[in-house]
């Protein structure tokens, strides 16, 4: 068994992999600024690291093997670079084509286990802080995608850059309907324009996806995937069983690496 890593913009993600098994995932904060710079001046333990944050057991885990680390904030990167032995997955690693420069490595990690998991060709639909939206055609390539703010970035937005709307969330379990389109306070509005706009455009790339590729399984991931994949998968015109809903899409691709 291994170790991952995934340094996401909002948390870190951390799981227990085999080769066909993800044991067990968990998630904690980033590490402080004064808590990088306290911990830059000498390599420390992995398992001190991970009692920083977690207090999961990992008996059976070899953490003397270099740590197999995702990171799309590279402040983080550069300080597990440092403080532990690890193997950082980097996008030229990725055994898919198409890939652009520029492409974000989680997008490029989550469509690789999405495709070993699922099979090509695959959408995959990310809701973290960016939503995010990737096409892998059946030769494995890149065909596209979309990035745009994800739910909770949006509603932060409207709080930070205006003086008087407050902060909204987004509660998985209420179905869409709860969340009146035309609505009657602030915070209800707030919800409806967001949630509203989001899923309708999800389905419509969703809708356009399998007009191109009719057998192609699109998977929710990401901390707002089950909130999307909640409220679109009975809503849809394609068949329900090829919308799922995958929060270890990621580790999925992370275990190739193995």
């Excluded at 904690?28 to 306290?38: F, K, V, W």
């Excluded at 983080?76 to 440092?82: A, L, N, R």
């Amino acid at each position: 068994m291994r170790l991952a890593l995934v340094i996401g913009n909002s948390r870190l993600h951390w799981a227990v992999l085999s080769e066909r098994s993800i044991h067990t995932t968990w998630n904690t904060d980033h590490l402080s600024q004064e808590a990088i710079a306290a911990l830059c001046t000498q390599p420390v333990p992995l398992n001190a690291l991970l009692n920083l944050g977690s207090p999961r057991d990992i008996d059976g885990v070899d953490i003397s093997l270099p740590l197999l680390v995702v990171s799309v904030v590279p402040e983080q990167t550069s300080f597990w670079q440092q403080a532990i032995q690890c193997q950082l997955i980097t996008l030229d690693q990725i055994p898919l084509k198409g890939l652009y420069s520029t492409m974000g490595i989680d997008r490029a990690i989550a469509a690789l286990g999405a495709g070993h998991a699922y099979g090509f060709p695959v959408l995959i639909i990310d809701g973290g802080t960016a939503l995010t939206l990737t096409g892998i055609d059946s030769n494995r390539r890149v065909m596209g995608g979309a990035i745009l703010p994800g739910l909770r970035l949006q509603g932060r937005s409207l709080t930070q850059y205006t003086a008087t709307l407050p902060t909204v969330e987004f509660s998985i379990s209420s179905p869409v309907t709860a969340i009146p389109r035309w609505a009657h306070t602030t915070p209800d509005a707030i919800r409806s324009g967001i949630t509203h706009t989001v899923l309708s455009g999800v389905r419509d790339f969703i809708e356009d996806w399998h007009r191109r590729y009719p057998h192609g399984d699109a998977i929710f991931t990401g901390g707002d995937g089950e909130f999307l994949y909640h409220h679109l998968h009975s809503g849809s015109n394609c068949p329900e069983n090829q919308l799922r809903y995958d929060p270890t899409l990621i580790f999925r691709g992370i275990q190739s690496f193995l």
